[in-house]
């Protein structure tokens, strides 16, 4: 796995490999193109992920996920907070976003 030192590099660079949208983590999908277009658990993959960790401000950290939903030829990126302020959701997408190692 390509390691990055800042969340905004690996946005950059998973931007050239085609990762191009947006996602928005909601409570049971991920949402993109301004809500048009929602996908269920089913409908993605999470190919890669990365942790951040600002050990200054315990406030600055965050998971980036690359996501792909082979079926809509769609790639892109979902960064999430995590600690107390992480967003609320259902089992499932716990299941599925569940970060290892």
Known sequence: MKTYDTLSEAIT?????GYTEDFNLQQNCLECRSGELKLSIDDFHVD???RFEDNTDPD??????AISAPKL???GVL???YGIYSDP???EMIAKLK???
């Open 79 to 81: 960064v999430n907070g």
């Open 73 to 75: 030829d769609l790639k």
């Open 48 to 50: 890669n992920f990365w």
């Open 60 to 65: 600055d950290q965050a998971i980036l996920y």
């Open 13 to 17: 660079d998973l931007r050239l490999q």
């Open 89 to 91: 959701i259902t089992d």
């Open 99 to 101: 970060v290892h190692g």
